[in-house]
Every structure is written in C-alpha cells, then in structure tokens.
C-alpha cells in the first residue's frame, strides 16, 4: 500500500494495487468540503500507475452526506477521473437510493457503480476486466 500526500489536512488517501485494479481508500471529509481539489488528487493517483480499473472506498468517510455534496462528488468524477471502470464502495448509511451521484458522474461519461458490499463491488469489476467478445469479422 502506498500513501499520497494529503490534499488538505481533511483530505487522506492510500492506494493500494491487485492486479490491473487500483483500490483508493479515501480517509475524512475533504472529499466533500473540498470536492474539485479531492477529484484532482484522486485523478492523479489513478493516473500514478494506470490501471484498467479503479475502486474508490468511501467507508471511512464520516458523517451524512447531502444530495448537493452527492451530486457535486459525481459532476467532478466526470470532469477529472479517467474514463476507466470505478466501483464506489460505501457505508449503507451512506447509500442513497436516488444515487445521484452515480448519475452525475454517468452523464458525464464515468462507467461507475456504487456498491456497499466489497465482493459485489469486485465481481462487477471482474466482468469489466474482461476482454470482450471477438467480432465475427475477426
């Protein structure tokens, strides 16, 4: 596991590496109270050593979030993150059943997913890592 230096001093990532995923553990509310620096610095570690996929944990993100801190995490997902398959795990308190986060970032172009549960979020990216399937033509 390899640690960034932080964005703020509300803002703590680690990465750490399995095979052609890389696992973000995002630490403290920087990630909402200082969003588009957040996303800059997530983007930079993703692009550290590109990976196929990417696997951003939230759990250790504390408090409520708000539908705007929702929607503003997922607008700048897709203004800055790579256009690489992300699986967002988070707490079931954080959860939101609109998912509008997911939806943000998804018009933006981000192929995301939002899981509470660590082996759904891996086995999702497990299909992703696939190669697809050969064309008739080839």
Same mark, same amino acid.
């Given at each position: 596991m390899m640690a960034l230096t932080p964005v703020s001093d509300?803002?703590?990532?680690?990465? /750490?590496?399995?095979?052609?995923?890389? *696992?973000i553990h995002v630490h403290g509310r920087g990630i909402l109270e200082r969003t588009a620096?957040?996303?800059? /610095?997530? %983007? %930079? %570690? *993703?692009r550290t050593k590109p990976a196929r996929l990417t696997l951003i944990d939230l759990r250790q993100v504390p408090g409520p979030v708000?539908?705007? /801190?929702?929607?503003?995490?997922?607008?700048? %997902?897709?203004?800055?993150?790579p256009r690489v398959p992300l699986a967002a795990l988070l707490r079931d308190d954080q959860a939101d059943p609109r998912r509008i986060g997911q939806l943000a970032a998804r018009n933006r172009g981000v192929d995301v997913e939002v899981f509470t549960d660590p082996a759904a979020a891996e086995a999702w990216l497990k299909t992703?890592?696939?190669?697809?399937?050969?064309s008739a033509a080839s």
């Open positions: 509300a803002v703590r990532l680690k990465l /750490e590496y399995r095979d052609d995923c890389l *696992i620096a957040a996303m800059q /610095e997530l %983007a %930079a %570690a *993703i708000s539908f705007l /801190e929702r929607h503003q995490v997922g607008a700048l %997902a897709g203004r800055y993150l992703k890592s696939r190669p697809g399937p050969k």
